[in-house]
T-cell receptor, first 116, second 114 residues
Framework: AQKITQTQPGMFVQEKEAVTLDCTYDTSDQSYGLFWYKQPSSGEMIFLIYQGSYDEQNATEGRYSLNFQKARKSANLVISASQLGDSAMYFCAMREANQAGTALIFGKGTTLSVSS | ETGVTQTPRHLVMGMTNKKSLKCEQHLGHNAMYWYKQSAKKPLELMFVYSLEERVENNSVPSRFSPECPNSSHLFLHLHTLQPEDSALYLC?????????????FGSGTRLTVV
């Protein structure tokens, strides 16, 4: 079974609009971390935002916020006021406490295209 | 500049060649990782090094051989590769193996096997 599921292969949004990128996860651990990364066409992976499983409030970082619904095991990324530079691939990832080396597990990603 | 530097950025090699990918981090992190990113696939974890000891090897073919001589450097030695090994190879580092530490990635090496 997939640990991280991103069901939207591609999303399209106009500048200045908000967009939500979906992510659901599967774990039996109580302690885990959820991350979102952005990958522009140049290839580097850029960290955007982090949510801990014990955090009661949704994480926010500038225009990025994470809609964390623990019971539903979802961690959607919300980008407000989209910009052309937001066009990129976005990956949801999870780190579990009990996994050897606790390496990040990634979803397949969502390609976001922002138009003017 | 993320603090994790990968060289070379691009590499084209024949199936009989031997080459090495290099990763260097200047962040004082104690764990380093190799990932493979093929088109239309999720990032695949290849190797994990924590405190210079290899922790995990996700059944990677032996034609890929990692080396971690110290906590700042990580290599991926390549030999007798196949065309399906063409991909973006990403190196990352983290401060710790705890769940709240994310990774810092390098810009990747785009490998083409001909």
């Amino acid at each position: 079974a997939q640990k991280i599921t991103q069901t939207q292969p591609g999303m399209f949004v106009q500048e200045k609009e908000a967009v939500t990128l979906d992510c659901t996860y599967d774990t039996s651990d109580q302690s885990y971390g959820l991350f979102w990364y952005k990958q522009p066409s140049s290839g580097e992976m850029i960290f955007l935002i982090y949510q801990g499983s014990y955090d009661e409030q949704n994480a926010t970082e500038g225009r990025y916020s994470l809609n964390f619904q623990k019971a539903r095991k979802s961690a959607n990324l919300v980008i407000s006021a989209s910009q052309l530079g937001d066009s990129a691939m976005y990956f949801c990832a999870m780190r579990e406490a009990n996994q050897a080396g606790t390496a990040l597990i990634f979803g397949k990603g969502t390609t976001l295209s922002v138009s003017s | 500049e993320t603090g994790v530097t990968q060289t070379p950025r691009h590499l084209v090699m024949g199936m009989t060649n031997k080459k090495s990918l290099k990763c260097e981090q200047h962040l004082g992190h104690n764990a380093m990782y190799w990932y493979k990113q093929s088109a239309k696939k999720p990032l695949e974890l290849m190797f994990v090094y924590s405190l210079e000891e290899r922790v995990e090897n996700n059944s990677v073919p032996s034609r890929f051989s990692p080396e971690c001589p110290n906590s700042s450097h990580l290599f991926l030695h390549l030999h007798t590769l196949q065309p399906e090994d063409s991909a973006l190879y990403l190196c990352a580092s983290s401060q710790d193996s705890a769940v709240n530490y994310g990774y810092t990635f390098g810009s990747g090496t785009r490998l083409t096997v001909v």
